[in-house]
């Protein structure tokens, strides 16, 4: 993709791409480069707004193209993940990650 960040559709940027404004619900679950799980619970986000929600630039730009119901896996390296500092919890600094997600 543009942002420097794989994912598993094919040709995905010719999909619609959402504006800021319209409104979805998603949800996503973070593993390491092993598939480990990195938390219990997936992260879930139900009726927010483009360009009015802080999320990952890369798990925003998937949504933006993805349509309800679909699943994508994206590769994200750390610098478009959470960088040199981590999330201070459970993802380390310089860690890249899988996202697994699902819009609802």
């Known amino acids: 993709m543009s942002l420097n960040y794989w994912v598993n559709i094919e040709n995905l940027q010719q999909n619609r791409r959402k504006p800021d404004g319209e409104i979805i619900s998603y949800e996503y679950d973070i593993y390491d480069f092993d598939w ?17 929600f802080e999320e990952l630039k890369a798990v925003e730009d998937v949504l933006r193209y993805l349509d309800k119901n679909q ?5 994200v390296p ?20 899988i996202i697994k997600i699902k819009v609802l």
């Open 36 to 52: 480990v799980k990195l938390y219990a619970k997936p992260k879930k986000n139900v009726n927010v707004q483009f360009g009015r």
């Open 78 to 97: 750390s610098v478009l993940a959470f960088g040199t500092y981590g999330d201070s919890d459970k993802i380390p600094n310089d860690m890249p990650l």
């Open 71 to 75: 699943e994508a896996i994206i590769l």
